[in-house]
C-alpha cells in the first residue's frame, strides 16, 4: 500500500499509553472509532473522543495518550502522500489544495454521525483489502474508496471550527465527565447525576456539551450505546443480548433510537452483515 501512495492502519489500544502520529512528508487523518484520548501539542490538553478527526499535515507530530478505562482506544489512521492527493483529484476539486487551505498544522473537528459511519466503514474496508485476494477492478475501487473518505473528512473539516479548549480547569472537567460517561454509559445518568458528581450547574455541562460535540449530553450518551449496541451486533450477540447489554431498558426504546440513527432496524442491520460475510 505504501508504493501506491497511502496507508491505512488500525489500532486498538487497550493500556494507558501514548502513541505519536504524523509523517515528515504525508498528510495524516486520525479517526477516533472508539473510546476516549488525549491529544497533546505544545501546551495544549485536548480530550479526543468518537468521531472525531485529526488533521496532521507533513512534517509535524502529535501523541495521542489513552488512560486505560472500561473501554479501548480505537483509532484508524490514513497517511497520504500529495502526489496521490494531485492524482485524484478533479479539475473542480484540487484535494492537495483543500488540505492546504486552512492555516492550520495540526486541526481537530467533530464529524456529523451520518459522515463517521461512512468514515469508519470505509477505514475498515481500505485496512481489511491488506491481506484480501486481488479482485475485478481493485485498483479503480481502491481509489474510490479513497475519493470518498477524503471528501468525507475534508467536508468535516470545513463544517466545523477548531475544537480547542481554551478554559483549562472547564475542560478539564469536561473531560473528566466524558469518562465518566463512557465508564457508567449503561447506567441510568442523568444531568442531575452530573451535578452532583462534579459540582458542576447542568447548565454548564449542556452548554460545554454543546460546544465540545454539538449535541446535548442525552443526546451523545444515546448515541454512545448505539455505537456500543453496534459493536455487540457485529460480534454476533443476539438483538436481545444486545439493548440489555448497551444499557438500554426496553427494547421498543432502542429499536426506534437504532433506525432513527443509521436507517435500519438492529435485525436488518443484523442481517446485512450475514450477508457481507457470506460474500467475501
Known sequence: MKKQGYKMEYLKILDSTQRSFGQKKSYTI?????GIGYMHQEDDNIVCTMEDLIFIKPGNKVKLEYRKNKYPLEVYVLYIGGELLRKLSDEETRLDEAF??????????HSESESAMLIKNI????YSMNNEPPKFARSL?????????????????????????????KHVVMDDIFIYIR?????????ERLENEFYVSRYHIVREFKKMTGETPHSYIVKS??????????????IREVYALGGFGGYNHFFRAFKKEYGVTPMQYYNNLQIDRNEK
Open 30 to 34: 486520525v479517526f477516533i472509532a472508539g
Open 100 to 109: 492546504d487551505f486552512v492555516p492550520y498544522q495540526v486541526k481537530i473537528v
Open 123 to 126: 477505514s475498515k474496508k481500505l
Open 141 to 169: 475501487y481502491e481509489k474510490s474508496l479513497l475519493t470518498m473518505i477524503l471528501v468525507l473528512a475534508l467536508r468535516s473539516s470545513v463544517q466545523e471550527d477548531v475544537q480547542i479548549k481554551t478554559n483549562k480547569k
Open 183 to 191: 465508564e457508567h454509559l449503561t447506567e441510568d445518568i442523568s444531568l
Open 225 to 238: 450505546r448505539l455505537d456500543l449496541c453496534r459493536h455487540y451486533i457485529e460480534q454476533g450477540k443476539s
